[in-house]
Structure formats: structure tokens, C-alpha cells
């Protein structure tokens, strides 16, 4: 089982099944870009395709919580980041998303795992 990034999710149809794990979850953090996404989206193709994304995502998961344990590991992610060198801010969505993960004891699924360098010890990345 793991979870897989909001990027991952939207590329699922380009990927090999073989490098995801066999059960996967989104995030509540996930669900809420892929809102944002329809929100921003510039068109109307845009904002239907990305509609259908986010509606398939909701009729599937119950989203895992950013809840108590996620805002404590949270914490810990932001200083791992900062003691780093690198600026937290404008990773917030993608360690909120690690938090949720990390606290569960869960892998991370990713397009983009230089999103989460630094933060070994209490996240396992997987880039796909």
C-alpha cells in the first residue's frame, strides 16, 4: 500500500501499474489541488478534463485526514526542509502531503521526488 502525490494521481494513465504499489490512497491535501485545479483552469477543455480527474478521485477515495498526527509530523518536515536550506513556503501543499504519509507509516508515490529531498528518515519515497 502507499499514497500517491497529486502529480502522480493526474499522470496515472501514463504510468506502469508495476511501479505502483498494488493499493492506493490520495490524500484530503490532493483532492483539495485538484479543486484548485478546476478552479484555475483557463478554458473550458481545461476545466472539463481536469473535472473528470477530480471527479473519478472523489467517487473512488475517502481522502486520508491531515489530522492531528499529520500536523505534529508536519513540523517535523518543515524543519528537515529548512535545515536544508531550502525555503518550506512554497512546498506547503507538497509536505502537507508527506505529513499525511509519513504519520501513517505509508510510501510515497511521486513524478517529483526532488520535491521531497531532505526529508529522509521520516518519509520513503518512490519516484515514478
Known amino acids: 500500500m502507499g499514497v500517491l502525490d497529486t502529480c502522480t494521481y493526474i499522470d496515472l494513465v501514463d504510468l506502469d501499474a508495476a511501479e505502483l504499489p498494488e493499493r492506493w490512497e490520495l490524500t484530503a491535501v490532493s483532492l483539495?489541488?485538484?479543486?484548485?485545479?478546476?478552479?484555475?483552469a483557463k478554458d473550458p477543455f481545461t476545466r472539463a478534463a481536469r473535472s473528470e480527474v477530480l471527479s473519478s478521485a472523489v467517487r473512488m477515495f475517502d481522502p486520508l485526514p491531515f489530522d492531528g498526527n499529520a500536523v505534529t509530523?508536519?513540523?517535523?518536515?518543515?524543519?528537515?526542509?529548512v535545515a536544508t536550506g531550502r525555503d518550506p513556503r512554497p512546498r506547503r501543499m507538497d509536505l502537507m502531503i508527506a505529513a499525511i504519509t509519513s504519520a501513517r507509516g505509508l510510501p510515497l508515490y511521486t513524478r517529483n521526488p526532488g520535491d521531497f529531498k531532505g526529508l529522509d528518515g521520516l518519509l520513503s519515497v518512490y519516484a515514478v
Open 32 to 40: 483539495a489541488e485538484l479543486h484548485q485545479g478546476v478552479a484555475m
Open 73 to 81: 509530523r508536519y513540523g517535523s518536515l518543515v524543519a528537515l526542509t
